[in-house]
Nanobody
């Protein structure tokens, strides 16, 4: 099982980027699929995720600016980021939490893609 994130880069404040995450391998009972980020000196933060199938979570810091979407047929998850701010600068990670059976869980992380927003 692998997660491959892409789409990061340098963008000016107010601009947009779209991150992509390709999931390969076989997953059993995905509970959560989404995006985290980690800024320098800060803890990793959950930004947006599909939780327990259809429920969507957004962190308050990105609500209204970021949109998560997915293509189940292609095993892809996306993060459309609009109105970017300097404080959005971070390494962004895609993430999958799998619960193959009661009491068991597996976590998978992509390699991270750097987003730098210049002010």
């Amino acid at each position: 099982v692998q997660l491959q994130a892409s789409g990061g880069g340098l963008v000016q404040a107010g601009g947009s980027l779209r991150l992509s995450c390709a999931a390969s391998g076989v997953f059993f009972s995905i509970d959560t699929m989404g995006w985290y980020r980690q800024a320098p000196g800060k803890e990793r933060e959950l930004l947006a995720a599909f939780v327990s199938g259809s429920r969507i979570f957004y962190a308050s810091s990105v609500k209204g600016r970021f949109t998560i979407s997915r293509d189940n047929a292609e095993n892809m998850v996306y993060l459309q980021m609009n109105s970017l701010k300097a404080e959005d600068t971070a390494v962004y990670y895609c993430y999958v939490l799998e619960r193959p059976e009661p009491g068991l869980q597996n976590e998978y992380w992509g390699q991270g893609t750097l987003v730098t927003v210049s002010s």
